[in-house]
């Protein structure tokens, strides 16, 4: 299998998935500004974001994925079979449980993950039935994560790489033909999100019935839960479960403090953070995603080199990608803010307030990637538990820093501190391959990293001096020229840093790789 073609597969997909995404944040942000109902519906929708990345995208899927790897690789098909069967009807009748408690719970649980909205008494009841709307979310999202395992397991990436869009597609149109006939608009969002994780899992049965894996959901769960592989998927989903969920307090910690701070700062970090997953999704998951099953393999088969050659493909992948991406959240927060947000109610001080915000995520970003290249490299040899350790390190240190932080900086403040986290994450993850003797770096870094340094240094003068150059927010008086010069610039960009490289004797075609 060729990686580079499998990444540019995943990363167009995952593209076309953040543009629809940017589509359903402009129109959200065109109709409700930075406003309480916002607030509330992106409280609301991080509830089961959170809850689907413990149970679905990530803990279960960091255990899940390598143990599938191995029997795919060394049991046979009725073992793997029956594997998929057990884990597909453990899940789906948990989750069902988990999903009725939501949403009976959901007052408490917005008490929890909110406690500044209890004072508005119109944005919390707005919250709450939108928790309870968007809950059952968990489970269906969950159920795709485990379809995703699978397919991702047979070098199936496409359409576990286009599900996302649909969701988006959801809200779009929730937003544009739903909302305007509501008594309030912006429940319609949390209905377009129920919609949304129907037809992601919808999307995965024809994939999964042509190959033959498509699970077998039964009645009898204790006997599912007694398999062996199911065991030992739990065994292994206990340390992933405090991996993730230390990440996960860490953001509910936040969210609580961000909805005590001035009104719209929930709604600031989130355009933010909706800008930031443009690179950390098209090559922080897209490379997570190729790298576990293919580390996976190696691992089992004992093949050190091709695991360190995986890791250092990855790594130099990510450093010639994300650092144009973080000089770019950095120096150009302005003009991206303004042309995507700067519409109806998003005025000039919340492009303000959002590009603040990405000035501090643009610290973290390489951390940010890095994390999703390095921790498979612990997983993909059923080691969680380090992983693990550094989380709970990351989290008292990254509450720590908001401490300082927050009280200076305001919502820009949690920013930081999430970036000073996970830059200390990914350093942490590193020096602990390199330790157990995991990583060992290939030649020629040295010129790798002073061919980028250069690059970078030019990038940054040019962005900078486009940023100061024009006013962006006045600019909106002619949307289109707006986007114009936007689009003329990033285009320059490119071809600036690309062709830097190029001059100094970097070829891009030494990225190609296979992977058994």
Not at 395 to 412: C, D, E, S
Request: glycine share 8%.
């Amino acid at each position: 299998m060729n990686l580079l073609k499998a990444l540019a597969t995943i990363s167009s997909l995952t593209m076309l998935s953040r543009i629809t995404g940017l589509v359903r944040e402009i129109l959200i942000a065109r109709a409700f500004g930075a406003s309480d109902m916002t607030d509330a519906f992106n409280v609301a929708f991080r509830i089961p974001n959170l809850l689907r990345r413990i149970f679905g995208e990530g803990a279960f899927s960091q255990a899940f994925v390598p143990i599938l790897g191995e029997y795919h690789s060394k049991r046979g098909e009725a073992d793997t079979r029956r594997l998929i069967d057990a884990v597909g009807t453990v899940m789906t009748w948990v989750l069902m449980g988990v999903s009725l408690l939501g949403v009976i719970g959901a007052p408490v649980v917005m008490t929890v993950v909110a406690t500044g909205f209890r004072g508005q008494s119109e944005t919390y009841t707005a919250a709450v039935f939108m928790t309870r709307v968007m809950f059952p979310y968990i489970g269906l999202i969950s159920l795709v994560a485990l379809a995703s395992g699978i397919l991702n397991t047979w070098r199936r990436f496409a359409v576990p790489a286009f599900t996302p869009v649909l969701l988006n597609l959801c809200l779009i149109f929730a937003a544009l033909f739903v909302g305007p006939h509501m008594r309030e608009p912006i429940y319609a969002q949390a209905w377009g999100v129920l919609v949304g994780g129907i037809l992601q899992l919808i999307i995965q049965i024809p994939a999964l019935r042509r190959m033959g894996v498509m699970p077998r959901i039964g009645v009898n769960v204790r006997a599912a839960w007694a398999d062996a592989g199911v065991r030992r998927i739990l065994k292994q989903m206990v340390p992933a479960l405090m991996a993730v969920s230390v990440a996960q307090i860490s953001l509910i910690i936040n969210t609580n403090i961000a909805s005590r701070l001035a009104a719209g700062s929930v709604s600031y970090l989130t355009y933010a953070d909706r800008l930031m997953e443009f690179p950390t999704a098209l090559l922080g998951v897209a490379l997570g995603t190729i790298l576990l099953p293919s580390l996976s393999k190696a691992s089992a088969e004992a093949n050190h080199h091709e695991y360190s050659g995986l890791l250092d493909w990855g790594l130099r992948l990510t450093f010639l990608l994300a650092l144009p991406c973080a000089v770019g959240l950095f120096v150009f927060g302005t003009p991206l803010t303004a042309v995507l947000f700067n519409y109806g109610k998003f005025n000039g001080h919340a492009v303000e307030m959002t590009r603040q915000a990405l000035v501090a995520y643009g610290t973290g970003l390489l951390g940010l990637i890095l994390i999703k290249i390095l921790a498979p490299g612990f997983y993909a040899r059923q080691d969680i538990r380090t992983p693990v350790k550094i989380a709970v390190a990351v989290l008292v240190i990254t509450q720590l820093a908001n401490l300082a932080f927050v009280p200076r900086f305001g919502h820009a403040g949690l920013a930081l501190s999430i970036s000073l986290g996970a830059t200390l994450n990914a350093l942490m993850l590193f020096i602990g391959l390199r330790r157990r003797g995991l990583y060992e770096p290939a030649p020629g870094w040295t010129l790798f990293l002073a061919q980028l340094l250069a690059a970078v240094t030019l990038l940054s003068g040019l962005l900078l001096w486009f940023a100061r150059s024009f006013d962006w927010v006045a600019l909106g008086s002619t949307p289109l020229l707006r986007v114009a010069l936007l689009a003329s610039c990033l285009v320059l960009a490119a071809v600036v840093y690309f062709g830097t490289l190029w001059l100094m004797g970097l070829r891009f075609t030494a990225f190609k790789r296979k992977a058994g």
